[in-house]
């Protein structure tokens, strides 16, 4: 199975195709970037899909990252995969963020939980934590940093993603037995692409995951009235 994967949803604009089941990627390109996902998104997919043998008819599927992240980022690359599923006519699915800074730690092993915090501003990350064996337990949610300290109190934690040094860093001044493992200001391209090999479609539909309102919202007394 040939993947096209796409990542818009944080710090970064991802495309990779990769092969299953053995895990090889084809090509791809990453770049990172706050803002301007959907003036790179297109160019990059087109260099991308050049470097490929059989263009796009060698794509048996779509995966995409869905959130929590940008309000607006992430919904460039979630439009992408729609309209290329579509045209191409093979399933798409949907990846979370925070399973996928969350996949490599617990790939790896360990005798601790594993916590995928990504900064949500104001004091808040969103925030998911999974048992040893990749079941979850908790969230997604969005929290305040103690909140989510309360969520790690059960015992030994590791924790990842871009929320994750301050939710340590408070952990641990709370005497919990937390460690911070360092992540990208996205999740790695290459665990979205097993997360979405992996995914059923009909579980994991390409829908934006939204923890929160979006914080730009209309002027009251503007000018002109929003439709």
């Known amino acids: 199975m040939r993947i096209l994967v796409l990542d818009t949803a ?4 991802s495309v990779s195709v990769v092969d299953f089941p053995a895990a090889t990627e084809v090509a791809g390109e990453t770049e990172l ?3 301007g996902h959907a003036e790179a998104l297109m160019p990059m997919v087109d260099r991308v899909m050049g470097r490929v043998e059989g263009g796009f008819s060698s794509i048996d599927r779509i995966a995409t990252t869905v959130g929590p992240g940008s309000f607006t980022g992430l919904r460039v690359a979630l439009a992408a995969a729609r309209s290329f599923a579509l045209a191409l006519g093979v399933p798409v699915v949907g990846v979370s963020t925070l399973a996928a800074y969350a996949a490599p730690l617990l790939a790896a092993g360990g005798r ?19 048992w040893l064996d ?5 969230g997604p949610l969005v929290l305040d940093i103690d ?4 969520a ?6 590791r924790v990842t993603g871009t929320g994750a040094a301050a939710l340590a860093a408070a952990a641990v001044a709370r005497g919990l037995a937390v460690e911070c493992v360092e992540a990208g200001p996205a999740p790695d391209i290459a665990w979205v692409a097993r997360l979405g090999a992996a995914a059923d479609p009909v579980l994991a539909p390409p ?10 919202l209309p002027q009251a007394g503007a000018r002109i009235a929003s439709v």
Not at 112 to 130: L, N, Q, T, W
């Open 112 to 130: 601790s939980i594993v916590a995928a915090a990504i900064d949500a501003r104001h004091g808040a990350v969103f925030f998911e934590s999974f």
């Open 147 to 150: 909140e989510a300290v309360s």
């Open 33 to 35: 970037m706050q803002r």
């Open 134 to 138: 990749g079941r979850k337990a908790l």
């Open 152 to 157: 790690l109190s059960a015992g030994k934690a």
């Open 10 to 13: 944080l710090g970064a604009t």
């Open 207 to 216: 829908r934006p995951l939204y923890l929160k309102p979006a914080s730009a």
